[in-house]
């Protein structure tokens, strides 16, 4: 009987081991294989490496059983002459995701970011000298992507202690993404002009009212998506919106007690009057889009590029409704609109223990920048779903669900730099592209507020959560007392007071060392 | 003679071992068996547990816990110093009370009332609509109750309209949280939890319900006399259980409530942990406030098993 059981366990313990051995033996041997043949570069094998990137709710990707099997990766493979180990990082679990990764140590070559070289997805990867500076390889393999990226972009991938380089950037040329919608049908039914103030804007807010429509100005949980009015007045106060006042200190642009105490009174005016939905603090983004494209809604903010979708959809449900995007409300200094977004999308870092093949990592990211890219990405693969006749491409927009999930995935996710912006290819062949084309050039170029920014962020933040501003939201401790006063539990007089907290519980530090960060131009963009 | 009482010593511990050892080799399989099970807690229970030094330390994720720096007691200062420690504490307690004093005693009700259901198929259909909810994730549970207790379109603002009461906005009033936190954790898990509660009234003596009938013990009496004192034993292993998790109320079911308007009576210790610690990658602050509660829940179950063992023999070890 213990022979016997002591043979089990041995040939369990000996099965167990060939297993892991053998496992790790087949993947180090394939990487190393393939490493030799890239480093060479002799016969021209394909380059294999693996890297992850986050789904970004692009249901095409989260839907397929496996993306490193899907036909337009395999396309992709043959034109650029790689081998991708695409590693999904799912959507909402993204930074605990990226941790783990890190913790674990099993970081693919190529790792995809958000934002510049410290965002907390990469959890200090850079400092601790993760990646590969990517400064010569650039110059060498990548003079596309050094000629079509801006200076702008680089930076925010640059360490400026050292000059290196540090990841490759995916851009946005337009950082006014965010604009504000009008039904333009109901605006005719009330027989009002597009407001350009922040006055006309509560006029035609009125006069939905008395039309009938359910919520005049869609809000949502926090002023997210619903921030139009804290824009008029400049006083938005993310993360990327600090500004220099004139006692000399760098504070978030919500210290503007006066513009601040204005802004705060049209939205309080708004939940007074109805114009804005009684319960929404409790709005989140699913029932925001259901509101908006169940036509509840009179006026609303969202991303411009949503214009052909939402469109449709609000359509589909009520078919007399035209939506337009017009000029955001102005404040008193005459401008208004949303906060400007990070000129870097995505970024793509280089693991520094694929330094073997980085040189074809650079060539393949330099690829995503030619012609012959753009035109795959934009349209996808030829005599599939797209034609050339007298040379020139021909193709149909999809107008299905599922075609529209493709075009997302091609148009967005698969592509991996580029300029964000809007797909020209795409949106040329539209109406509803070609009204985006013109908002994004003629109206929203010359919108929107932007500020001083940190990065890697102020260190005093990080001690101080709920007195950090979020990318799109107040501060904790600034949001909980801005919405107790436009529902009315505190009155807006108090704002000083709100203001004296903040410094008193740690926001002190936080402009002291804004301050001395900008004053000295240490990681601080304008 | 201390010779020999040392030899006579020697043998019994000698023979103690054997014993020992014998009875082993006796039931090698069960011990075999539970090896696997064993193995299990050690790898996965206790050696995380170690992972807990990273309080005293400042954590670097690419240094790992030989190489990060050690800071001593820093982090628990930075804790107990915060300005609203006292507040969040304050909001755990009440939670963690109210919990007990609603959430616990729920169930024990309802298996009392399941109890004296004489229609099986009656009863079954009403245990299965009580913890059908259980399997909900409290992302979902949220959803329904923003949903019915909206002020413009929720079900119990319009019932409350009817005897002209103005629409509440429940979710945005820090007096109305903790009842909605309570009541969605009640809604949520009462079912589940009389489960035990139902096993262990399943398992009376019928005999001493006829017995007491002869005697003339009307339904009330024999609650009181026979059912109750049979549970005690159940309910207070469970107590105790209960009283160790006394500030893990937990993160999900609290954060899924939040919002700025409900704030100040709705931030606890593990939401706090969350924001504070994991989202600024904070890992040694959020490890050492981890700490502090455990080291509350440990004290809480070693007083409470205390009195318990005192009071009524019962006891967890």
Same mark, same amino acid.
């Given at each position: 009987?213990?022979?016997?059981?002591?043979?089990?366990?041995?040939?369990?313990?000996?099965?167990?081991?060939?297993?892991?051995?053998?496992?790790?033996?087949?993947?180090?041997?394939?990487?190393?294989?393939?490493?030799?043949?890239?480093?060479?570069?002799?016969?021209?094998?394909?380059?294999?490496?693996?890297?992850?990137?986050?789904?970004?709710?692009?249901?095409?990707?989260?839907?397929?059983?496996?993306?490193?099997?899907?036909?337009?990766?395999?396309?992709?493979?043959?034109?650029?002459?790689?081998?991708?180990?695409?590693?999904?990082?799912?959507?909402?679990?993204?930074?605990?995701?990226?941790?783990?990764?890190?913790?674990?140590?099993?970081?693919?070559?190529?790792?995809?970011?958000?934002?510049?070289?410290?965002?907390?997805?990469?959890?200090?990867?850079?400092?601790?000298?993760?990646?590969?500076?990517?400064?010569?390889?650039?110059?060498?393999?990548?003079?596309?992507?050094?000629?079509?990226?801006?200076?702008?972009?680089?930076?925010?991938?640059?360490?400026?202690?050292?000059?290196?380089?540090?990841?490759?950037?995916?851009?946005?040329?337009?950082?006014?993404?965010?604009?504000?919608?009008?039904?333009?049908?109901?605006?005719?039914?009330?027989?009002?002009?597009?407001?350009?103030?922040?006055?006309?804007?509560?006029?035609?807010?009125?006069?939905?009212?008395?039309?009938?429509?359910?919520?005049?100005? !869609?809000?949502?949980?926090?002023?997210?998506?619903?921030?139009?009015?804290?824009?008029?007045?400049?006083?938005?106060?993310?993360?990327?919106?600090?500004?220099?006042?004139?006692?000399?200190?760098?504070?978030?642009?919500?210290?503007?007690?006066?513009?601040?105490?204005?802004?705060?009174?049209?939205?309080?005016?708004?939940?007074?009057?109805?114009?804005?939905?009684?319960?929404? !603090?409790?709005?989140?983004?699913?029932?925001?889009?259901?509101?908006?494209?169940?036509?509840?809604?009179?006026?609303?903010?969202?991303?411009?590029?949503?214009?052909?979708?939402?469109?449709?959809?609000?359509?589909?449900?009520?078919?007399?409704?035209?939506?337009?995007?017009?000029?955001?409300?102005?404040?008193?200094?005459?401008?208004?609109?949303?906060?400007?977004?990070?000129?870097?999308?995505?970024?793509?870092?280089?693991?520094?223990?694929?330094?073997?093949?980085?040189?074809?990592?650079?060539?393949?990211?330099?690829?995503?920048?030619?012609?012959?890219?753009?035109?795959?990405?934009?349209?996808?693969?030829?005599?599939?779903?797209?034609?050339?006749?007298?040379?020139?491409?021909?193709?149909?927009?999809?107008?299905?669900?599922?075609?529209?999930?493709?075009?997302?995935?091609?148009?967005?996710?698969?592509?991996?730099?580029?300029?964000?912006?809007?797909?020209?290819?795409?949106?040329?062949?539209?109406?509803?592209?070609?009204?985006?084309?013109?908002?994004?050039?003629?109206?929203?170029?010359?919108?929107?507020?932007?500020?001083?920014?940190?990065?890697?962020?102020?260190?005093?933040?990080?001690?101080?959560?709920?007195?950090?501003?979020?990318?799109?939201?107040?501060?904790?401790?600034?949001?909980?007392?801005?919405?107790?006063?436009?529902?009315?539990?505190?009155?807006?007089?108090?704002?000083?007071?709100?203001?004296?907290?903040?410094?008193?519980?740690?926001?002190?530090?936080?402009?002291?060392?804004?301050?001395?960060?900008?004053?000295?131009?240490?990681?601080?963009?304008? | 003679?201390?010779?020999?009482?040392?030899?006579?010593?020697?043998? +019994?511990?000698?023979?103690?071992?054997?014993?020992?050892?014998?009875?082993?080799?006796?039931?090698?399989?069960?011990?075999?068996?539970?090896?696997?099970?064993?193995?299990?807690?050690?790898?996965?229970?206790?050696?995380?547990?170690?992972?807990? *030094?990273?309080?005293?330390?400042?954590?670097?994720?690419?240094?790992?816990? +030989?190489?990060?720096?050690?800071?001593?007691? /820093?982090?628990?200062?930075?804790?107990?110093?915060?300005?609203?420690?006292?507040?969040?504490?304050?909001?755990?307690?009440?939670?963690?009370?109210?919990?007990?004093?609603?959430?616990?005693?729920?169930?024990?009700?309802?298996?009392?009332?399941?109890?004296?259901?004489?229609?099986?198929?009656?009863?079954?259909?009403?245990?299965?609509?009580?913890?059908?909810?259980?399997?909900?994730?409290?992302?979902?549970?949220?959803?329904?109750?923003?949903?019915?207790?909206?002020?413009?379109?929720?079900? *119990?603002? *319009?019932?409350?309209?009817?005897?002209?009461?103005?629409?509440?906005?429940?979710?945005?009033?820090?007096?109305?949280?903790? +009842?909605?936190?309570?009541?969605?954790?009640?809604?949520?898990?009462?079912g589940w939890g009389t489960i035990i509660y139902l096993a262990a009234l399943a398992g009376i003596n019928?005999?001493?319900?006829?017995?007491?009938?002869?005697?003339?013990?009307?339904?009330?009496?024999?609650?009181?006399?026979?059912?109750?004192?049979?549970?005690?034993?159940?309910?207070?292993?469970?107590?105790?259980?209960?009283?160790?998790?006394?500030?893990?109320?937990?993160? /999900?079911? *609290?954060?899924?409530?939040?919002?700025?308007?409900?704030?100040?009576?709705? /931030?606890?210790?593990? +939401?706090?942990?969350?924001?504070?610690?994991?989202?600024q990658l904070q890992y040694s602050y959020a490890t050492a406030i981890g700490l502090f509660k455990s080291?509350?829940?440990?004290?809480?179950?070693?007083?409470?098993?205390?009195?318990?063992?005192?009071?009524?023999? /019962?006891?967890?070890?």
């Amino acid at each position: 009987m213990s022979k016997r059981w002591r043979r089990v366990i041995t040939a369990g313990l000996v099965l167990a081991m060939l297993a892991g051995c053998s496992g790790n033996n087949g993947g180090s041997n394939g990487a190393n294989g393939v490493g030799g043949e890239t480093q060479g570069g002799t016969d021209g094998g394909p380059t294999k490496f693996s890297i992850s990137m986050r789904t970004l709710n692009v249901s095409y990707v989260e839907k397929n059983p496996d993306i490193n099997k899907d036909k337009y990766v395999l396309e992709l493979e043959k034109m650029t002459n790689t081998d991708l180990d695409i590693r999904l990082i799912p959507h909402n679990e993204y930074q605990d995701k990226m941790v783990q990764m890190f913790a674990t140590n099993d970081i693919p070559d190529v790792v995809q970011g958000t934002g510049g070289i410290s965002g907390p997805e990469l959890a200090g990867a850079v400092e601790n000298g993760v990646f590969l500076p990517l400064n010569d390889l650039l110059e060498e393999h990548g003079q596309d992507l050094l000629q079509f990226i801006p200076e702008e972009a680089w930076k925010r991938m640059t360490d400026s202690k050292t000059g290196n380089i540090y990841g490759i950037p995916e851009i946005l040329s337009n950082p006014s993404r965010r604009a504000t919608w009008i039904r333009t049908d109901l605006l005719k039914k009330v027989g009002k002009e597009v407001p350009t103030t922040v006055e006309e804007t509560l006029d035609v807010l009125r006069a939905f009212k008395e039309a009938g429509v359910e919520q005049p100005y !869609a809000g949502r949980q926090n002023f997210k998506y619903a921030d139009t009015f804290f824009g008029a007045y400049d006083v938005l106060g993310y993360l990327n919106q600090f500004k220099v006042f004139p006692d000399g200190k760098v504070k978030p642009s919500f210290f503007d007690e006066e513009n601040m105490k204005k802004a705060i009174q049209i939205y309080k005016t708004m939940h007074e009057e109805g114009l804005i939905s009684k319960e929404f !603090a409790t709005i989140e983004s699913a029932d925001f889009k259901s509101i908006v494209t169940s036509g509840k809604a009179g006026m609303w903010s969202m991303n411009a590029n949503e214009l052909p979708i939402w469109g449709t959809q609000l359509k589909e449900n009520v078919p007399e409704a035209e939506v337009a995007l017009i000029p955001s409300p102005v404040g008193p200094d005459g401008k208004g609109g949303y906060a400007h977004y990070n000129p870097v999308t995505r970024s793509f870092f280089i693991n520094a223990k694929a330094k073997d093949k980085a040189a074809d990592i650079v060539k393949f990211f330099n690829w995503m920048v030619s012609e012959e890219a753009e035109l795959y990405f934009s349209f996808g693969i030829e005599g599939e779903d797209y034609q050339v006749t007298d040379g020139k491409p021909v193709f149909e927009v999809p107008t299905d669900a599922a075609g529209a999930d493709k075009m997302r995935y091609l148009n967005y996710w698969l592509w991996m730099v580029q300029d964000t912006t809007y797909n020209k290819r795409v949106s040329e062949l539209s109406d509803s592209g070609k009204a985006l084309i013109d908002a994004f050039d003629h109206m929203l170029a010359s919108e929107g507020r932007r500020g001083i920014e940190f990065d890697p962020r102020l260190e005093a933040m990080v001690k101080y959560p709920e007195l950090t501003p979020k990318s799109d939201e107040l501060p904790p401790l600034i949001l909980e007392h801005v919405l107790r006063m436009v529902y009315g539990r505190e009155p807006i007089e108090d704002y000083g007071k709100v203001l004296e907290e903040y410094l008193s519980k740690g926001g002190s530090e936080i402009i002291e060392e804004a301050t001395k960060r900008f004053n000295e131009k240490e990681n601080a963009f304008e | 003679m201390a010779d020999r009482n040392h030899a006579a010593g020697l043998g +019994t511990l000698k023979n103690k071992r054997k014993n020992v050892l014998g009875f082993m080799w006796k039931y090698k399989a069960l011990y075999l068996i539970s090896l696997p099970g064993l193995l299990f807690f050690v790898l996965f229970k206790y050696v995380p547990l170690l992972g807990s *030094v990273i309080a005293f330390q400042n954590y670097n994720l690419f240094a790992g816990v +030989t190489k990060s720096p050690w800071i001593g007691l /820093e982090h628990f200062e930075r804790m107990f110093s915060h300005y609203d420690f006292l507040k969040i504490l304050r909001n755990t307690l009440l939670l963690g009370t109210y919990d007990i004093l609603f959430a616990f005693t729920a169930p024990i009700v309802l298996a009392l009332l399941l109890n004296e259901v004489r229609l099986v198929l009656y009863k079954k259909i009403i245990q299965t609509i009580f913890y059908a909810p259980h399997f909900l994730s409290w992302v979902i549970v949220s959803g329904i109750f923003v949903g019915i207790l909206s002020p413009s379109s929720g079900i *119990v603002n *319009v019932i409350l309209g009817w005897f002209g009461v103005e629409p509440i906005y429940f979710l945005g009033e820090d007096s109305y949280i903790r +009842t909605v936190l309570v009541g969605s954790g009640l809604w949520r898990d009462v079912g589940w939890g009389t489960i035990i509660y139902l096993a262990a009234l399943a398992g009376i003596n019928p005999d001493l319900y006829e017995a007491s009938n002869i005697d003339g013990a009307g339904r009330w009496r024999q609650t009181l006399s026979i059912t109750l004192p049979a549970l005690l034993p159940v309910i207070t292993i469970l107590f105790l259980l209960k009283i160790g998790d006394f500030l893990d109320y937990g993160f /999900e079911r *609290v954060f899924v409530f939040q919002n700025p308007l409900n704030i100040q009576s709705s /931030e606890i210790l593990d +939401t706090y942990i969350y924001k504070a610690g994991l989202q600024q990658l904070q890992y040694s602050y959020a490890t050492a406030i981890g700490l502090f509660k455990s080291v509350v829940g440990l004290f809480l179950i070693a007083i409470a098993n205390a009195i318990s063992k005192k009071a009524t023999g /019962e006891s967890l070890y």
